[in-house]
C-alpha cells in the first residue's frame, strides 16, 4: 500500500513501505510539522491574479504548512490569497503589502467566512481554518497586536493609558491630550439616570476650578449662543443718573436738537472754573474689587477744536463707615473738540484708576467726575456737555449671588 498525506503535506506511510527510506521521511515529516508548529514564510502576493498555497506532499517549504506566513508584493488592486478546501491550520498572518489594495485570505472555494485586510492595513492577523465540508470558514479571532487597527467591542480597559490624542473614525485628531509633571487635579466624567443630565467635574484638591480656553477670538458657546464668562463688564452712567456737587456743581441743561429729535440730557462743565458731578453704585458682587477705568460721552457746545479733560475719582464705604471721606487718585482722558455744536463724542479710554478705601463686597462706592478747567492742556473754549460715563470693571465670578 502506498503512502497517503494529510492536507498540509505530512506523509502518512504504509505498512512496510519506504523500507532504507523511513527515516528521511520521518525527519522530513518532522519539519513540516516544525513548519506549522511556529514557522516563519514570507509570500509574494501576485498583483493580477489570486495567489493560490498549494501544498507540497512530503516536502517541507509549503507556504500554507507555516504558522506566521508574511505577505509581500506591490499591488494595483485587490487581491485574494487562497489555501486548499481542506485545510486545517491557524495562522498569525502579517500584511506587508504596498498600495492600499485590500488582501483577503479564504478558502480557494467555497462560501464560508473569509477574513480581508482592508486596504492600507499593515497589521498582523490571528486567523484559523476550519476546513470541514464544502463551505469551510477562515475566522478572524480577533485578537489585538501593537501594530494594527483594531475593533474592541465590550471590553473593559481597567486603568488605560492614552498617549497624546484620540482621533475619530477617520484618524482625525478628536481629543489632544497633554500631560503636566505631577498632575494631581483632572476630570471626573459621570453620566445620568432619566431626567439628569451627565455631569463633567473637577476633581482632585479641596478647590479646584474648570478653565475652558476659546483660541485666537473663539468665544465659549452653548449651542449657537456665547457663554457669559467672567471679564470685563460694563456700567453706563447716563448724565441724569448723576448729581452736582453742592460745591462748584456742574450744571444740568437738557438741550433741545431739533423738534420731536432726540434731546440731549447733559451736565454742563465750565471752561474756565473746575466743576464736579457724583454718582454712586452698589457694585456687583461679582467685581473683582480691582481697578476701574472710564470712557466720557459728551457734545460740545461750540465749534471750538480745542482739548477739553475729563477725570474720575472714587472710593468705597462698608457698612458702618463714614462717608466723609476723602476720592482716591483720579485718572484723566483728553479729547478734542469735534467742531460740530450737538455732535455725539467718545474719548478714549482711561489709565486704570484705584478706587479709595479698600473696596469689599456690599460696599456703597462713591465717584466724582469733573472737567480739569485749571489744567493748562484744557483747551476747549466752551461748556464740555456730558452725557455719560461707561465704566468698565472686572469680574472673577459666575453671578452675583
Known amino acids: 500500500m502506498a503512502s497517503t498525506y494529510t492536507p498540509l503535506g505530512v506523509e502518512k506511510m504504509a505498512t512496510g513501505e519506504n523500507a532504507g527510506t523511513w527515516g528521511t521521511k520521518t525527519n522530513t515529516n518532522l519539519e513540516i510539522i516544525e513548519q506549522f508548529a511556529g514557522g516563519y514564510t514570507t509570500q509574494a502576493v501576485t498583483d493580477g491574479a489570486d495567489t493560490d498555497l498549494s501544498v507540497t506532499d512530503g516536502g517541507t517549504g509549503a507556504t500554507l504548512a507555516h504558522r506566521v506566513i508574511e505577505l509581500t508584493g506591490a499591488l ?11 485545510v486545517q491550520q491557524m495562522y498569525a498572518v502579517k500584511n506587508s503589502t504596498t498600495g ?23 497589521s498582523t492577523k490571528f486567523i484559523y481554518g476550519t476546513g470541514s465540508g464544502s ?19 465590550n471590553k473593559t480597559l481597567t486603568s488605560p493609558v492614552i498617549g497624546t490624542k484620540i482621533s475619530d ?14 498632575a494631581v487635579n483632572e476630570f471626573t466624567i459621570a453620566n445620568a439616570a432619566t431626567g439628569d443630565g451627565p455631569v463633567l467635574s473637577a476633581t482632585g484638591e479641596t478647590n479646584v476650578d474648570i478653565n475652558i480656553n476659546p483660541k485666537g ?48 440730557k447733559v451736565l454742563d462743565f465750565d471752561a474756565s472754573t473746575a466743576e ?29 477744536t480745542g482739548n477739553c479733560i475729563f477725570g474720575l475719582q472714587g472710593v468705597s464705604c462698608s457698612d458702618s463707615d463714614t462717608a466723609d471721606v476723602v476720592f482716591g487718585t483720579a485718572q484723566e482722558v483728553t479729547d478734542a473738540g469735534i467742531g460740530t455744536v450737538e455732535d455725539v463724542q467718545v474719548t478714549g479710554t482711561s489709565s486704570a484708576m484705584t478706587i479709595a478705601g479698600s473696596p469689599a463686597d456690599n460696599d456703597m462706592t462713591f465717584f466724582q467726575v469733573y472737567r480739569d478747567a485749571a489744567d493748562g492742556s484744557d483747551t476747549f473754549t466752551g461748556d464740555a456737555r456730558l452725557i455719560g460715563i461707561k465704566m468698565y470693571y472686572t469680574t472673577d465670578a459666575a453671578n452675583d449671588a
Open 169 to 182: 473614525t477617520n484618524g482625525n485628531e478628536l481629543v489632544n491630550l497633554t500631560a503636566t509633571s505631577s
Open 217 to 264: 477670538s473663539g468665544v465659549l458657546k452653548s449651542g449657537t449662543a456665547a457663554v457669559k464668562v467672567a471679564g470685563l463688564e460694563t456700567i453706563w452712567i447716563p448724565a441724569q443718573a448723576m448729581y452736582a456737587t453742592t460745591t462748584n456743581g456742574a450744571d444740568a441743561q437738557q438741550i433741545e436738537t431739533t423738534a420731536t429729535r432726540p434731546d440731549i
Open 276 to 304: 464736579y458731578a457724583q454718582f454712586a453704585v452698589a457694585m456687583p458682587k461679582s467685581w473683582n474689587l480691582g481697578t476701574v477705568t472710564f470712557q466720557a460721552w459728551w457734545t460740545p457746545s461750540n465749534t471750538n
Open 100 to 122: 492600499t489594495q485590500a488582501v483577503t485570505f479564504k478558502y480557494v472555494s467555497g462560501t464560508g467566512t473569509s477574513v480581508t485586510f482592508a486596504g492600507g492595513d499593515t
Open 76 to 86: 494595483t488592486g485587490a487581491r485574494n490569497v487562497t489555501i486548499p478546501i481542506d
Open 135 to 153: 463551505n469551510p470558514n477562515i475566522v478572524d479571532l480577533g485578537m489585538v497586536n501593537l501594530t494594527g487597527t483594531q475593533t474592541l467591542t
